[in-house]
């Protein structure tokens, strides 16, 4: 058994052991196919109680997935959507929000990682102007990209200003339950009680398998999400092996505890990071990822043996990212030897 641990990336762990036993449940008999077995109806119920709302939700496989065909719902091929330079859906999708949907990516300036209100207060909207990108949809990602995190306050500044001028809000939930965790809420307390409209849910970077859920706050956006998700071969046969997964991870907040764990690690991480004489973290650990600029031979060593993520090279800036099961042990490891 490999003991190996990475610090490079959330994707690169396993899967909790709940979830594989979830899957292994699953296995067992026939059921009906695309989604209408009892398994996924029963997941779909608990992401109404999860959410505190009549929510309609489609399985899909991966993060991009989830994102591509949420701006494919809210937006028409000359719509724009209003998103932060670094965002993952304009930096780390390859382009395939915009080449699927057509929609083209407005990137702003950050403040932290977050979208500043004054952006959407600001946007030029020109319905008459046939010209240019009408903006349609606001997309947040929550945590951030840098690991910062919107609070409730900050999300219903967020939501009001893009309602009051006609945008909807899209969440970008790869790591949705870090933030919950991190700030002690439920997950209903970031997307439904603060107004979001359309939210990709992630699960893969928590401890589950290729298993991530477009969920709708408003049910018109999802009248024709069915057939966007088969015609973007999004559609599992075998669903059950999606959705069994939720079960566990929000029945018995599987994603809490997971959560917690990872984002508990990342504060411990940060400690030892910090403890190098030079090093910097640029940016508040909220949630399960960790920056640092660090001195030589300091940066070397972790690069080849946390293996941190060069993030930017011309600053010499690393990312370090815990997962559900980093232990301090793990942590410990990295700084064993001095290098």
Known sequence: MNSFKSFGSDNHSGVHPEILLAISVANE??????????????????????????????????????????????????????????????????????????SKILGFAHENGKLPVSVIEKIRMAPDDPHRVLPKLVSITQATELGTIYTPDELRALTKA?????????????????????????????????????????????GLLCAEAVVFFQKDLAEAFAFMRKQSMQLASKMRYLSSQFL?????????????????????????????????????????????????????????????????????????VCSFDTTEADVDRLFAKTP
């Open 29 to 102: 008999g026939h059921m009906p196919a695309y989604g209408g077995d009892p398994i996924t109806s029963a997941s779909i119920e608990q992401f109404r109680v999860t959410f505190k709302k009549d929510v309609e939700v489609f399985f899909v496989f991966t993060g991009t997935a989830a994102n591509t065909l949420a701006i494919r719902a809210c937006c028409r091929g000359f719509e724009a959507v209003v998103a932060t330079t670094i965002a993952h859906i304009n930096e780390d999708e390859c382009g395939a929000p915009e080449f699927i949907t057509g």
């Open 162 to 206: 893009a309602h009051a001028r006609g945008l909807l809000v899209h969440m970008d939930g790869a790591r949705l339950a870090n933030a919950a965790a991190y700030l002690g809420v439920e997950l209903s307390a970031l997307t439904t009680d603060v107004g979001i409209d359309v939210l990709s849910f992630g699960g893969t970077k928590n």
């Open 248 to 320: 566990p991870y929000l029945g018995t907040d599987l994603w809490r505890k997971n959560a917690l764990q990872a984002n508990a690690m990342a504060i411990y991480l940060r400690r030892r990071l910090e403890s190098i004489e030079g090093a910097r973290c640029p940016w508040p650990t909220e949630a399960n990822e960790v920056f640092a600029i660090l001195p030589e031979p300091w940066s070397s060593h972790l690069q080849t043996t946390a293996p941190a993520y060069l993030w930017n090279a011309s600053t010499g800036l690393l990312r370090f």
